[in-house]
C-alpha cells in the first residue's frame, strides 16, 4: 500500500530531479559544480539536504545566512552604486554541510535518466 510518506517523498523526489534538470540546463559538461550553498525553508531539513545532495551528486551547504536572497540583492544593488561590499561568505555558507551517498546517488543518476526521458518525451507530446 502507499503511505502519506511515499507520497511526501516522491513528490520532494521530484522536485530535486528537476532541479537537477534545472542545474544540467544551465551547466555543460566542462563546468561541473562540486558544491552548492542551500538557503530557504528546505535548508533546516536534514532528510531534504541529504536527498538533495543525494540528486545532484555534489556537497550542499546550509545557509546561515537569515535573508540570503535580500543580501544578495542589496550586495548587487551596492555595486551598481560603485559601493563595494566585498563579501567573502555572500551566502553565509558553512554551517551544516552534506555530501552525496555514493549508494544512493548512483540510484538516483537510474532514476533521473528516466525522469529526463519522461519529461522530453511530455515536451514531443507524445507518450511510450
Excluded: C
Amino acid at each position: 500500500a502507499t503511505h502519506r510518506a511515499d507520497l511526501v517523498r516522491a513528490a520532494l523526489e521530484g522536485v530535486a530531479l528537476a532541479i537537477k534538470g534545472g542545474l544540467k540546463a544551465l551547466l555543460d559538461a566542462n563546468h561541473g559544480v562540486e558544491s552548492m550553498v542551500l538557503t530557504g525553508g528546505g535548508t533546516g531539513n536534514a532528510t531534504w539536504r541529504q536527498m538533495l545532495s543525494d540528486v545532484l551528486g555534489v556537497e550542499l551547504r546550509a545557509s546561515s545566512e537569515l535573508n540570503p536572497s535580500a543580501r544578495g540583492a542589496a550586495t548587487l544593488g551596492a555595486g551598481v552604486g560603485g559601493i563595494d561590499l566585498s563579501l567573502r561568505d555572500p551566502a553565509g555558507a558553512g554551517n551544516e554541510s552534506v555530501v552525496p551517498d555514493a549508494s544512493a546517488a548512483a540510484d538516483y543518476e537510474r532514476l533521473y535518466a528516466q525522469f529526463d526521458h519522461a519529461v522530453r518525451t511530455q515536451q514531443d507530446g507524445r507518450l511510450d
